[in-house]
């Protein structure tokens, strides 16, 4: 399994601000996720960040908003851009393990006031 | 598009109680299934998985079937302990090319009562 450690765990934030997520793999992994849970509700899938390419955003996703960097196989940030209180949520980063295992990172609790 | 449906909670229980959280699936193909849990304040932990039909996975007392004929995956654990006390979900990925999506169900609170 991979060890992954994410920055900062949590953070409270005024609307119309920014923040960057770091997400740090033990291992070099082609292939970086990340998730969103909303309060009291599931994860979704916001992006998949491959090294060396665009990421590749979901429905309801965007660039502009959801800025991803990927500058080598064991790194990423995600920034959540001009923020509002909807931007609340838990921000998880995720990586492919042996046989087709996703592996989360600890989290990142957002809260936006 | 893929979907995951899982047992509403919350679920509360006694200790040593039995624990069945139901999980159904619609998926093109043959998708990997998966539970995982997730501790208060922290991420998610993969508790246990299956590949196939007829597999089952299994882990801490836990167990679930891959049953492709009712495209099920329950999870089930014949006595639950204070520190099961968690929210569970269900997921399934397709694998092949770049479709390594989990899908994931909206989650199961379980509480233990001591």
């Known amino acids: 399994s991979a060890v992954i450690s994410q920055k900062p765990s949590r953070d409270i934030c005024q609307r119309g601000t920014s923040l960057t997520i770091q997400c740090q793999v033990d291992s070099q992994v082609t292939m970086m996720f990340w998730y969103r849970q909303q309060p009291g509700q599931s994860l979704t899938l916001i992006a998949t960040?491959?090294?060396?390419?665009?990421?590749?955003?979901e429905s309801g996703f965007v660039i502009d908003k959801f800025p991803i960097s990927r500058p080598n196989l064991t790194f990423s940030t995600l920034t959540v851009s001009n923020m509002s209180p909807e931007d609340s949520s838990i921000y998880l980063c995720s990586v492919f393990g042996s046989q087709e295992t996703q592996y989360f990172g600890p989290g990142t609790r957002l809260l936006v006031l | 598009g893929d979907s995951v449906t899982q047992m509403e909670g919350p679920v509360t229980l006694s200790e040593e109680a039995f624990l069945t959280i139901n999980c159904t699936y619609t998926a093109t193909g043959y998708p990997s299934l998966f539970w995982y849990v997730q501790y208060p304040g922290e991420g998610l932990q993969l508790l246990l998985k299956a590949t196939k039909a007829d597999d089952k996975g299994s882990n801490k007392g836990f167990e679930a079937t891959y049953r492709k004929e009712t495209t099920s995956f329950h999870l089930e654990k014949g006595s639950v302990q204070v520190s099961d006390s968690a929210v569970y979900f269900c997921?399934?990925?397709?694998?092949?090319?770049?479709?390594?999506?989990?899908?994931f169900g909206k989650g199961t609170l379980l509480t233990v009562n001591p």
């Open positions: 960040a491959n090294q060396g390419s665009e990421a590749t955003y």
């Open positions: 997921a399934l990925s397709r694998s092949g090319g770049s479709n390594y999506k989990l899908t």
